[in-house]
């Protein structure tokens, strides 16, 4: 990220994460460079990822080395079981990074979000932290083998959202709330790039 001449980087509110607390970390996706991006919090965190992520040669080996939470989209059964393993996370002190969006979405604008991270954090009792991600989406387009030239990427890390602000919401009020919130700071993301 940073050695590349034509990319400028920005992270912003690194400090609302606190270290030693565990929340449920959610953020946009809009390209696979989300991914090196959001190493760059440098705060302790397990993924949750798509079940073909960890059939790559290497990268998917030191997934599972590092224990990161596989999800089969396609079963409930997995599902569950991710459920499980996403609990036994956040009490062990990890917190769990999700693209509620569950895939990249083309181009910028968010997708529909769905409702499985809100429902960790609601029965885990955990804080949520919104993190919205804007210009990888140009960086590193869905589906384009070229890659164009001068971006500006701008990682935005929001406030904790405490259990105690939603807690007797339903998962969907929940998930519909933080959408708008991250929306809104998307837009006002945009307006300054």
Do not use: C
Request: proline share 5%; glycine share 10%.
């Amino acid at each position: 990220m940073w050695m590349n001449p034509l990319w400028s980087f920005k992270m912003e509110g690194r400090k609302n994460i606190k270290r030693g607390k565990t929340y449920v970390i959610i953020s946009n996706h809009q390209s696979m460079l989300d991914i090196v991006v959001l190493y760059g919090l440098f705060r302790h965190f397990k993924w949750v990822s798509k079940k073909e992520n960890f059939s790559i040669p290497i990268i998917g080996w030191l997934m599972r080395m590092n224990r990161y939470i596989e999800i089969d989209r396609g079963s409930t059964g997995t599902y569950l079981g991710m459920m499980r393993k996403i609990s036994a996370t956040l009490k062990g002190g990890s917190s769990v990074l999700m693209f509620p969006e569950g895939t990249r979405q083309p181009g910028e604008g968010f997708g529909v979000f769905r409702d499985g991270a809100f429902r960790m954090a609601l029965e885990n009792e955990a804080g949520i932290i919104p993190v919205v991600l804007n210009g990888t989406a140009a960086a590193v387009p869905k589906g384009k083998l070229i890659l164009p030239g001068k971006q500006r990427i701008v990682v935005k890390i929001m406030s904790e959202i405490p259990f105690e602000s939603f807690r007797g919401k339903t998962p969907k009020e929940l998930t519909n709330e933080v959408r708008e919130l991250m929306i809104s700071e998307y837009n006002k993301l945009r307006v300054v790039s």
